[in-house]
């Protein structure tokens, strides 16, 4: 499994967009990078994921570099219900099983 | 939008004691998964179960805990005889059928207390 890097956390204003970063220099070819969140100790929830184009939907946008080496999660109009611990993990195809880092705590501060 | 059922929300029990953890995954996935939380610490992989049977574990997983899928929509996870190290958040989780990076859904949990 890819091993990523994340800061520990970040502080974000209401209505601006947060900017995630991951580091994940190790990845491989045929892994994709996943995003989860977890809000205030519930489930993990899924958020995007891509292997090397960029995505989004109606959560977020997904910016992976060309070299695959690095991603940006971008919320693009942050509210005080998404702060949460954010993960960025990398994956296989299908069948995964997660290995959850520490990621990052984002606070969005009104 | 079809959700990952956990039950009970909260479960208290005594040290030794067996217990259940049940969920009820999205109907059309075919891959399960049990993961826990001890509090302030990362959410740890247990356990994956694709086929009827188990696909990975982890060093966690020992003896002491076994899965099930017994009826085709329930996956449960039984801890045979607690230890106090065993409270903990326990989450599972299931994927879809093999499409192209199908993620994982989870539940919001269960919190298993052992006194």
């Known amino acids: 499994d890819a091993k990523t890097t994340q800061p520990t956390s970040m502080d974000c204003a209401e209505g601006r967009a947060a900017n995630l970063p991951c580091n994940h220099s190790t990845i491989s070819g045929n892994e994709y990078v996943y995003w989860y969140r977890q809000i205030h100790s519930q489930g993990p929830q899924y958020i995007i994921h891509g292997l090397k184009n960029n995505e989004t939907n109606e959560m977020a946008s997904l910016i992976i570099t060309e070299d695959r080496k690095s991603s940006t999660l971008i919320l693009p109009h942050a509210t005080l219900r998404d702060t949460a611990v954010y993960y960025c993990?990398?994956?296989?195809?299908?069948?995964?099983?997660?290995?959850f880092g520490a990621g990052t705590i984002l606070r969005v501060k009104s | 939008e079809p959700e990952v059922t956990q039950t009970p929300s909260h479960q208290v029990t005594q040290m030794g004691q067996e217990v259940i953890l049940r969920c009820v995954p999205i109907s059309n996935h075919l891959y399960f998964y049990w993961y826990r939380q001890i509090l302030g610490q990362k959410v740890e992989f247990l356990v994956s179960?694709?086929?009827?049977?188990?696909?990975?574990k982890s060093e966690i997983f020992d003896d002491q805990f076994s899965v099930e899928r017994p009826d085709g929509s329930n996956f449960t996870l039984k801890i045979r005889s607690t230890k106090l190290e065993d409270s903990a958040m326990y989450f599972c989780a299931s994927s879809g059928a093999r499409i192209i990076g199908s993620p994982l859904h989870f539940g919001n949990g269960t919190r298993l207390t052992v006194t």
């Open positions: 993990i990398g994956g296989k195809e299908y069948g995964n099983k997660l290995v």
């Open positions: 179960f694709y086929n009827n049977e188990i696909s990975e």
